[in-house]
């Protein structure tokens, strides 16, 4: 399983979305000190229920902890759109 497909999974799991686009975007951050260790670089939207009521900051944290153990192993930087399905409808 690659890493876009096991934080696919997680994240379905643990927050059960509407909408998930998860991309790989470590090819754009070759050479970067945080890419060495073989971590990569990703960007997640993702809209959720789970996330009404929530703000900015306590919906990233609910990634990170749907995440776990891949934010120290297979993780090193990660972007996070994190929305309501009311707030994607609006977009």
Do not use: N
């Amino acid at each position: 399983m690659t890493r876009v497909e096991r934080i696919r999974v997680l994240l379905q799991a643990e927050l059960a979305p509407t909408a998930l686009d998860v991309i790989d975007e470590s090819h754009k951050h070759a050479g970067h000190a945080g890419a060495r260790d073989g971590r990569g670089h990703f960007a997640v939207s993702i809209v959720s229920d789970a996330f009404v009521g929530l703000a900015p900051l306590a919906r990233h944290r609910l990634v990170y902890a749907a995440l776990g153990d891949m934010m120290q192993t297979d993780i090193h930087a990660l972007s996070i759109r994190a929305r309501t399905p009311l707030e994607a409808e609006r977009d």
